[in-house]
């Protein structure tokens, strides 16, 4: 069952959904779905959000990442903060139409995941887990939301290209607006990901927590190579005439080796990934069992 | 009591005689209140502008009418009546009220759906009630006007959509780059269509503008105005690369600017944008150079499509705006018959014991030995029937004012009994 905590999350999905409605219905409809409602309904949603999060790390005197729930719930709530800060520090009402669509999909399929008995494997160090797990999850998050500008830059950029200009024109911001944020929410990222990678070396090395050949771990590997691609991508960018569309295309194509990352390490059964608790207590494991089932998120 | 308007526009007259009547800013309160004195008790607004020239009036005793507005407008400009007569309209009750409320809306501008016309007709107003030669008709009339006209802009699609091909460009600008401070536009060619890009341009923040021109003496003079450069018309493929915008309008023949030009101007912007307009006829820009990445190319034609497309929006939205535009000037005339439907009563009443009394006057002298009290029966028996008579016609009245039809009702009802008011005989 959905205990009263829960609850507050499904509210904040509620609120989501209606903002969702209301971000996309004003784009075509302003006089029916007017801006204020969005948001209030996306501050509401957040601040329900963020409630939620508080209330869960206080009980567990925790991280809310202890379970593959959890730390969905944590990755979607920084992705909504970012997108909402960056939305009024740059004036860019159209940003979050797009963010709260993809994010309210999430949400809805993380409630399916509520009453999973899924836990972190391995014994997660406080200090370690915040030095390592916050960074990397803010910097997917601002990958996340540079994501989203990319697909935006690619949709304004095919109506100007096309001169076919549908009722998104309008609303979308111009392309230097969505090629400088694109910019700076990856440059935001990567040294995020950059100290949370750093941090996992020395994490995985001083406490052997993935074992001596910690290296070979699927996740750190993936870890290792979004990582380069990202650095490859700032480097093109600030190096060579790569700009506007190209940079577009490659984010997303960044996005999706982000993405492989979360779900790779699960196909492969890493020991980095979140453990079904009900089997390990059956079998009472050590910390580095390869054979046990593992869902990563 | 009816509402007059009288005024030139640029549908009717040219701009030698629509100047000619124009108010200046500190020539209004001079005619207002000159308008005024002449007619007491009346309430007068002007509407001046450089499209339109119009007085809404009113007064109690309808001494304000057609002629002697027209008789204001000459004596005021000196201009013998004769010479604008021609190209003046004239609208009464709700027909002025119709007008006011397409004014004020701009669906009678020159483009359909502009928003200036509605801060000119709230400043005319504004003017007028300062110096309070509005009453409680006109203060009604405008502020219905104004919030008919707020609600059309915020309710119809009739103000959206840039309908001028200058304005869809800096539009196309506007979403490709987000501040033009740091933009240079590269003018090539000359002509009025290319001059009002730039001016637009330059009102966005543009500040860097270089100029090329066969005729060298052109290029600098349109430079200077604008503290640009001007650039040798044989040079002209050296500076491409530092355009962020290039707008073309040259007589060539032929193209001007090729494929080759434009690939090698982005590899060394480094793949910045570049915005190219290309407003001539032969084109001057290779159509193909549309395809190299980064670069987004405009002609005449793909502006055209958009304003036309506008248009059309704006003509849809013609039609709704109408609608609210009739329910909005029937609950206005609702509201302005239900003013004048009070005296218009008293005056079938008073018409109407005035016959009685006429009656009972002839009748008097004929019953010599009648007995008072006989005769006051016969007196309120008469006042009775008047009464009687004269009890549904009021009501119904009442009732028109407020479902509108109201003025249509006093004036069958004044026509059938022969009522005139003695100012609305002069009509």
């Known amino acids: ?297 | 009591m009816n509402l007059h308007t009288i005024g030139i526009n640029h549908k009717t007259a040219p701009v030698e005689i629509r100047e000619k009547l124009a108010f200046s800013a500190s020539g209004i309160p001079v005619a207002l209140s000159s308008l005024t004195q002449s007619f007491p008790s009346s309430e007068a607004v002007i509407l001046s502008t450089c499209n339109r020239v119009e007085i809404y009036g009113t007064s109690p005793d309808n001494s304000l009418n057609k002629e002697t507005l027209m008789d204001f407008f000459s004596a005021f400009h000196g201009l013998p009546k004769e010479r604008f007569s021609d190209h003046i309209y004239h609208y009464q009750n709700i027909n002025a009220v119709r007008h006011l409320f397409f004014v004020t809306s701009s669906l009678d501008s020159m483009v359909v759906g502009e928003s200036q016309i509605l801060a000119q007709v709230k400043e005319a107003y504004m003017t007028a009630a300062s110096l309070e030669t509005t009453g409680n008709i006109l203060n009604q009339l405008f502020q219905r006007a104004l919030n008919v006209a707020k609600s059309i802009h915020a309710g119809t699609e009739i103000s959206k959509g840039k309908v001028s091909v200058s304005s869809i460009a800096v539009e196309f600008a506007v979403k490709i780059f987000r501040d033009f401070s740091d933009k240079t536009v590269f003018i090539i060619g000359a002509g009025e269509m290319c001059e009002l890009v730039l001016k637009h341009l330059v009102e966005h923040g543009a500040k860097a503008v270089m100029v090329a021109n066969r005729n060298y003496d052109k290029a600098k003079v349109l430079a200077d105005e604008y503290e640009g450069k001007a650039i040798k018309y044989d040079l002209l493929r050296d500076h491409l690369f530092e355009a962020d915008i290039i707008i073309s309008s040259t007589a060539a023949p032929h193209y001007v600017i090729h494929t080759d030009q434009i690939r090698n101007a982005i590899k060394a912007r480094r793949g910045n944008p570049m915005l190219l307009i290309d407003i001539a006829v032969p084109r001057d820009i290779n159509p193909e150079i549309s395809k190299v990445d980064n670069v987004y190319l405009y002609n005449i034609d793909d502006l055209q499509t958009v304003v036309n497309k506008n248009m059309d929006v704006r003509e849809k939205e013609f039609k709704k705006c109408q609608d609210i535009i009739n329910k909005e000037v029937e609950n206005f005339m609702a509201w302005f018959e239900e003013l004048k439907i009070g005296p218009a009563i008293s005056q079938l009443r008073t018409h109407f014991h005035n016959i009685g009394e006429e009656e009972l006057e002839r009748l008097r002298p004929k019953l010599r030995n009648i007995a008072q009290d006989e005769w006051e029966h016969i007196v309120y028996s008469m006042q009775r029937t008047l009464n009687k008579i004269l009890h549904k016609p009021a009501r119904v009245g009442k009732e028109k004012a407020k479902n509108g039809g109201g003025y249509q009702y006093v004036e069958t009802i004044k026509n059938l009994f022969g009522i005139h008011h003695k100012d609305d005989s002069k009509k």
């Not at chain 1, 329900?48 to 790390?57: E, M, V, Y």
């Not at chain 1, 996340?144 to 990319?150: G, K, N, R, W």
């Not at chain 1, 024109?169 to 929410?185: A, H, I, Q, Y």
């Not at chain 1, 997303?252 to 059964?269: E, H, N, R, S």
């Open chain 1, 1 to 297: 069952m959905i205990n009263s905590i829960q609850s507050i999350f499904i509210g904040a999905v509620f609120f989501y959904f209606l903002d969702s409605i209301w971000e996309i219905g004003s784009i075509f409809r302003l006089e029916k779905f007017s801006k204020r409602l969005a948001n209030f309904f996306i501050l509401t949603g957040l601040c329900l959000h963020s409630a939620f999060l508080i209330i869960l790390s206080i009980k567990s005197k925790n991280l809310p990442i202890s379970t593959l729930f959890e730390s969905s719930v944590f990755f979607l709530f920084l992705i909504v903060l970012i997108a909402v800060i960056t939305k009024y520090i740059y004036k860019l009402p159209s940003l979050t139409p797009f963010v709260m669509a993809i994010v309210t999909v999430f949400c809805i399929a993380s409630i399916a995941l509520i009453r999973n008995d899924l836990i972190l494997s391995g014994d997660l160090a406080k200090f370690w887990q915040i030095v390592h797990i916050i960074p990397i999850f803010l910097g997917y998050a601002a990958f996340t939301v540079s994501f989203i500008l990319s697909i935006m830059y690619l949709t304004q950029e095919r109506q100007l290209k096309t001169k076919n200009f549908g009722s998104l024109f309008n609303s979308l911001p111009s392309l230097e607006t969505l090629d400088n944020l694109m910019w700076k929410t990856i440059t935001f990222g990567f040294p995020l990901l950059t100290i949370g990678l750093v941090s996992g070396t020395i994490w995985a090395k001083s406490s052997n927590i993935l074992g001596e050949l910690w290296y070979l771990d699927p996740k750190v590997l993936l870890g290792a190579f979004t990582w380069l691609v990202y650095a490859a991508l700032l480097h093109l960018r600030l190096g060579a005439a790569f700009h506007g569309t190209k940079v577009a295309c490659v984010t997303i194509a960044c996005f999706i080796i982000v993405l492989l990352t979360f779900v790779g390490p699960f196909l492969m059964g890493s020991k980095h990934a979140y453990v079904n608790s009900s089997i390990i207590l059956e079998q009472k494991i050590p910390p580095d069992d390869v054979g046990m089932a593992k869902i990563e998120f």
